[in-house]
Nanobody
């Protein structure tokens, strides 16, 4: 019923930029939290950006204003714009959708995409 499909991964130069996209279907994207997560080898899954139902956004301090999440309601798309990419950024990036409009902790993200792999080249 609910499907999330990521795209836009691939290789990018260190210090470069990349935009990831997520197509959401069977899901009311304006009603609940949505977000982007990533998981690098040997590390746990971490949230990198959150888009709240009301339109607000949130980012971990560690992102240092390098990531920007946005939403296109008409097209049912969620984007993640990444700039000034660092060696630690390569990871599997996941689009996720929650079942809560106020609690955006990872445990409440019940719908996940298959992920898109981001790599970094010199």
């Amino acid at each position: 019923q609910v499907q999330l499909v990521e795209s836009g991964g691939g290789s990018v130069q260190s210090g470069g930029s990349q935009r990831l996209s997520c197509v959401a279907s069977g899901y009311p994207i304006r009603r609940y939290c949505m977000g982007w997560f990533r998981q690098a080898p040997g590390k746990g899954r971490e949230g990198v950006a959150t888009f709240y139902a009301g339109g607000g956004t949130n980012y971990p301090d560690s992102m240092n204003d390098r990531f920007t999440i946005s939403r296109d309601n008409a097209k049912k798309l969620l984007y993640l714009q990444m700039v000034r990419l660092k060696p630690e950024d390569p990871a599997m990036y996941y689009c996720a959708a929650s079942t809560s409009d106020y609690d955006c902790r990872q445990k409440f993200f019940n719908f996940w995409g298959q992920g898109t792999q981001g790599t970094l080249s010199s």
